[in-house]
């Protein structure tokens, strides 16, 4: 696959949502209904316009590595637009059979206690401005930014794995039930 003189991505700002960007030092802000994120992004290589309706992502004679790093910037800028217009939503179900987990939110931290009837409780690191939402036996984590909200809802996952247990008889836990559907 030969590789042209100029690769150029572009991304659609949609309606309600502004960006700026600074070119001295690489940042770009994205504002929105939902609230705005920030980024820095500076390579000699790339660049970044800002037109009317859209933003664009170009490099002139890249090579493999500048492509990767064109399609990683891409993404990126992609997920702040949809962050800040739509924000990113994960939904999460606790399942137990042998002990009742109880969980709650305190600060930046949600608290799983009687999780397999340990006495101490266990707790996930909830990051950036996330907010989750406990309803019954669902957990509803919401926020603008793609890569907090995917972290907590790894970290809360992670929280309930089960060690020195058979998974196929003691299958509690908190899992993943749905998560936001990208538009490409």
Request: include cysteine; glycine fraction near 8%.
């Amino acid at each position: 696959m030969p590789i042209s003189a100029v690769v150029k991505k572009t991304i659609d700002i949609p309606e309600g949502v502004q960006v700026r960007f600074t070119k001295e030092s690489g940042n770009l802000t994205v504002t929105g209904p939902l609230g705005n994120l920030s980024r820095t992004f500076t390579n000699p290589k790339i660049r970044i316009n800002l037109e009317k309706n859209n933003i664009s992502v170009v490099c002139e004679l890249p090579k493999k590595i500048d492509n990767a790093l064109l399609g990683t910037w891409h993404a990126h800028i992609k997920n702040m637009v949809h962050g800040v217009a739509q924000g990113y939503e994960y939904k999460m179900k606790i399942v137990y059979s042998h002990f009742p987990i109880k969980t709650h939110v305190k600060d930046n931290e949600l608290i799983i206690e009687n999780f397999l009837g340990e006495k101490l409780p266990r707790k996930a690191r909830i990051i950036g401005d996330t907010k989750v939402k406990i309803s019954g036996d669902q957990i509803i984590i919401n926020g603008i930014d793609i890569e907090a909200t995917g972290q907590s809802m790894a970290n809360i996952e992670k929280t309930t794995k089960i060690k020195n247990y058979d998974p196929r008889v003691f299958q509690d836990g908190i899992y993943l039930v749905e998560h936001p559907k990208k538009k490409i």
